[in-house]
């Protein structure tokens, strides 16, 4: 049975989930539908946005632990192998999860804490868009062995002239990993710039 979070909730990943060793976060979205004007007349069409996801690794600081542990269609894997980006989706169409990122939480080197997921839009600044251009956003958690999604996370919030979101994060506590939506928007436009929050 999945479970709908709000901004700020936290949730226990693997206390009542003995044995789960693998998750997959989903993170989807939809372009918003605009009216433009055609040869007949006034049709509806979605604008092409191409939004990335991201993966960000942390220490026990909150500091990026080593460069290569940013997880992105440039690098689509973690130094250590725990964390996997399923490839880039330029377009956000058709249904189900836009961009997939696995993490083998029993792989996960114990220097790492929290891992961040990110999404921002790609050349937001030439193409002038931001999240206000997009709809449906989401981030899910899933369990890795037999595809069952546990939670869900809905961002509904208006993210009008927003180019990057912090969706959520999965973290270490007591034994444990939790996960905790977040859904934070920020004017950063890049993965780098994101980065840099955690240097």
Not at 152 to 158: A, C, G, I, Y
Not at 160 to 171: A, D, F, N
Not at 175 to 184: D, H, L, Q, Y
Request: hydrophobic letters at 35%.
């Amino acid at each position: 049975m999945t479970i709908n979070l709000v901004k700020g909730q936290k949730i226990d990943l693997t206390k009542g989930n003995a044995g789960l060793s693998k998750v997959v976060v989903g993170l989807g979205w939809d372009p918003a539908m605009v009216e433009k004007k055609g040869f007949f007349g006034m049709k509806k069409s979605a604008i092409e946005i191409d939004c990335d996801a991201s993966a960000i690794l942390l220490d026990e600081q909150g500091r990026l632990t080593k460069e290569k542990n940013v997880v992105f269609f440039g690098n689509l894997k973690s130094i250590c192998n725990s964390v996997l980006h399923s490839g880039d989706n330029r377009t956000g169409e058709g249904d189900g999860d836009d961009e997939q990122i696995v993490v083998q939480l029993n792989q996960v080197p114990a220097d790492v804490h929290k891992i961040v997921f990110v999404v921002n839009i790609y050349d937001c600044v030439n193409r002038r868009q931001d999240f206000g251009m997009i709809q449906s956003a989401y981030i899910r958690v899933l369990n890795g062995s037999n595809d069952q999604e546990m939670i869900k996370f809905n961002l509904t919030e208006n993210y009008t002239g927003k180019t990057s979101l912090i969706v959520g994060e999965i973290y270490r506590h007591g034994g444990e990993w939790k996960f905790t939506a977040v859904g934070e928007g920020s004017n950063d436009t890049t993965v780098g710039q994101l980065v840099k929050r955690y240097n």
